[in-house]
C-alpha cells in the first residue's frame, strides 16, 4: 500500500463528514427548542442542503470531468461553505437561517459526489479499497459527535449554534487541505458527448434506473431519521446534551459494517451480488423504524439505531461502488453526482417536506405522536425493499 496517498485520501474524507456530522444530527433540536421553529420550518432549513444538492452536484461534475482540476474545486467550496456556516451560527429568525444554510448547501453540494471521484480515481495507487478511506468518514462522524458531547457536557448546550461554529471551523480547515491532495485533473476527452449527458443515459439500463428510483424512495423516508431522532430521544427522556454521543450509535456500527466490507469487499460483492447487499440495507431500515414505533424500552430505541448505521453503509456505501462500476472514467464524476442529485437531492429534499408535514399533522395537545410517525417510514421502507428484490438483477462486475 502506498501509505501518504491513502493518508491523504482518508484525511480528506475524515474532515468532509466531520463537517456535516458536526451538525446535522442536532441542529433540529436548536430549531425545535431555542429558535421554536414548526415542523415545516425544520423540514425548510434541512431542506435547503438537498435543494443544493439538486442544483450544484451536476455542475460540479460536469466542471471537474472537463476543466478543473478536482481538489481547487474542493478547496474553493469548502473554503466559501466554511464563512457561510458561521454566519448561519449568529441568525436567529427562519428567513435569515435559510438564506445562509441554502447559500451553504449550494458549496458544500457538489463536494459530496467529488470527493468519491477523487478517492476512485487514485484508489489504485493507494493500494487500498473505497471502503478502507470511506470509513475514515463515518469515524470523523462518530469522533465529532462525541467531541460536542463532551463540551456540552462541560460548558453547557448554550443556544445550540456551537454546532454550526465548529462545522464552519472544520469546513475552513478543509478548505486549506484540499490544496495538499492528490493531483486530480479531469480525463482528457475532447470532442465528446457532456459527461453529464453520459450520465443521464446510464438510466437506459433497467437495473440503474431500478436502483435510482428505489434510492430516491429510501431517501424521501431516511427523514424521519434525521428530523425526529433528536427530538424523538429527547421525549423519550434523553438529556440533550448526551444528544450527540447518543446518536452517534448509529456512526459507531456502520465504522464496524464498513470495516467488515473494506476487508471483504470483494467477497461481499461476488459471493452476496449487489442484489442482496443492497436489499438488506433496506430491510435494516425497515426494522428499525418498526422498534421506534414500538417506542419502548427506551434502551431497545437507542440500540436499534445500530441498524440505520449498517444500512449506510450497506446501501449507500454499496451503492456509490455500484455507480462507478457501472460508468466509465471519463464521466464517473457526473455519474456519482447523478446519484446524489436523485438520492441527496430530490429524495432528501421532499423526505424534508413530507415529514415535517407528517410531524406536524400527527401532533396531539402540542406533541408528537411517535408511533403513527414511525409507521409511516416502516410500510414505505419495507414496500422499497421487496420492489428491488423483485425487480434488480446483479450486474456482471467489472
Known amino acids: 500500500m502506498d501509505w501518504p496517498v491513502y493518508v491523504r485520501l482518508s484525511l480528506m474524507m475524515f474532515l468532509q463528514f466531520a463537517i456535516w456530522g458536526a451538525w446535522s444530527p442536532v441542529l433540529a433540536a436548536r430549531l425545535f427548542g431555542p429558535l421554536k421553529f414548526t415542523g415545516k420550518q425544520v423540514g425548510w432549513i434541512y431542506g ?10 451536476l455542475i460540479g461534475g460536469l466542471l471537474t470531468d472537463r476543466w478543473v482540476a478536482t481538489q481547487w474545486f474542493l478547496a ?20 435569515g437561517l435559510f438564506a445562509a444554510m441554502g447559500l451553504y448547501a449550494l458549496a458544500f453540494a457538489p463536494t459530496l459526489p467529488l470527493v468519491n471521484s477523487l478517492t476512485f480515481r487514485h484508489l489504485a495507487a493507494s493500494g487500498s479499497t473505497f471502503f478502507a478511506v470511506s470509513i475514515w468518514g463515518v469515524v470523523a462522524w462518530v469522533l465529532v459527535g462525541w467531541a460536542l458531547a463532551a463540551w456540552r457536557r462541560a460548558k453547557g448546550s448554550g443556544d445550540g449554534s456551537d454546532c454550526l461554529k465548529l462545522a464552519g471551523a472544520l469546513s475552513l480547515i478543509l478548505g486549506v487541505y484540499c490544496f495538499f491532495l492528490p493531483d486530480t485533473r479531469p480525463p482528457q476527452t475532447p470532442g465528446e458527448v457532456l459527461p453529464f449527458v453520459k450520465a443521464f443515459a446510464l438510466m437506459g439500463d433497467a437495473n440503474f434506473l431500478i436502483f435510482l428510483v428505489v434510492a430516491f424512495l ?13 427530538q424523538y430521544l ?72 445500530l441498524l440505520h448505521g449498517v444500512a449506510y453503509a450497506f446501501f449507500i456505501g454499496i451503492g456509490f461502488i455500484y455507480v462507478n462500476a457501472a460508468a466509465t472514467a471519463d464521466f464517473s464524476g457526473s455519474a456519482q453526482a447523478l446519484f446524489v442529485v436523485v438520492m441527496f437531492g430530490f429524495g432528501f429534499f421532499l423526505g424534508t417536506q413530507f415529514t415535517g408535514v407528517a410531524m406536524d399533522w400527527l401532533k396531539a395537545d402540542g406533541k408528537f405522536r411517535w408511533r403513527p410517525i414511525y409507521l409511516v417510514p416502516c410500510v414505505v421502507t419495507l414496500i422499497s425493499a421487496v420492489v428491488f428484490l423483485a425487480l434488480f438483477r446483479d450486474p456482471v462486475i467489472r
Open 234 to 305: 429527547g421525549d423519550l427522556g434523553v438529556e440533550s446534551q448526551n444528544l450527540p454521543a447518543v446518536m452517534s450509535i448509529a456512526q459507531a456500527a456502520q465504522v464496524l459494517a464498513m470495516a467488515f466490507v473494506a476487508f471483504c469487499e470483494v467477497w461481499v460483492l461476488r459471493a452476496i451480488g449487489f442484489r442482496w447487499t443492497l436489499t438488506a440495507g433496506v430491510v435494516m431500515w425497515t426494522v428499525m423504524y418498526a422498534a421506534y414505533a414500538r417506542m419502548k424500552p427506551r434502551g431497545l430505541v437507542i440500540t436499534s439505531q
Open 76 to 95: 474553493a467550496a469548502h473554503l466559501v461553505g466554511g464563512v457561510l456556516l458561521l454566519v448561519a451560527a449568529r441568525k436567529t429568525t427562519f428567513g
Open 218 to 230: 429510501v431517501a424521501t423516508q431516511l427523514q424521519f431519521y434525521f428530523l425526529g431522532t433528536a
Open 48 to 57: 435547503t442542503m438537498y435543494l443544493g444538492c439538486i442544483v450544484s452536484p
